[in-house]
């Protein structure tokens, strides 16, 4: 995972939160499309079609709150990362700021759209388990979050991404 981030960072730095957004879309994408059909599913319902493009107007909406791109303290990393005049040790300490905002911001917007998404799934499915099926996807999305955001991080490994070739 290290080498996918430092691709981005070598080839779209002055854009690397946009690189981020694109990369998190994805997987939400993933994730929260095999969780909605399987409510359609479980319905026995045959609306995947209006389903799916609901999950795919939430994960747009998901990736972008919990990435914020271009915005606020990620704005001055990818000023650094352009070559313009930042002050280094402020935008390393913008670094840190993003990126422990995007834990909390993640786990609050996964579990309100995550909850959400499942409720207008599960009446677009036409399924009388609605409720159930919204908060055992809450809990579950809650816990995968917390074990995904523990594995992400390499133990002791607080440093920014260079801007030359990842050195190890």
């Known amino acids: 995972m290290d080498r996918i981030w430092q691709w981005a960072w070598d080839r779209h730095g002055p854009r690397y939160s946009w690189a981020i957004y694109a990369v998190t879309f994805f997987i939400m994408l993933s994730v929260l499309l095999v969780w909605s059909l399987g409510i359609v599913a479980m319905e026995e319902s045959r609306h995947y079609l209006e389903a799916g493009a609901v999950t795919v107007v939430a994960a747009v909406v998901l ?11 990620s704005r001055l990393v990818e ?17 840190y700021g993003w990126a422990r ?5 993640s786990l609050v917007g996964m579990a309100v759209v995550a909850a959400l998404l499942f409720v207008v799934v599960g009446a677009i499915a036409g399924g009388n388990r609605v409720a159930t099926g919204a908060v055992r996807g809450l809990g579950r999305h809650v816990r995968n979050r917390l074990r995904l955001d523990r594995c992400a991080q390499p133990r002791g490994s607080n440093d920014a991404p260079s801007q030359g070739r990842h050195r190890r």
């Open 101 to 105: 905002r995007t834990v909390a911001r």
């Open 63 to 73: 990736a972008y709150v919990n990435v914020l791109p271009g915005v606020g303290r």
């Open 79 to 95: 000023r650094w990362a352009a070559g313009r005049e930042v002050d280094r040790a402020k935008a390393l300490d913008a670094t």
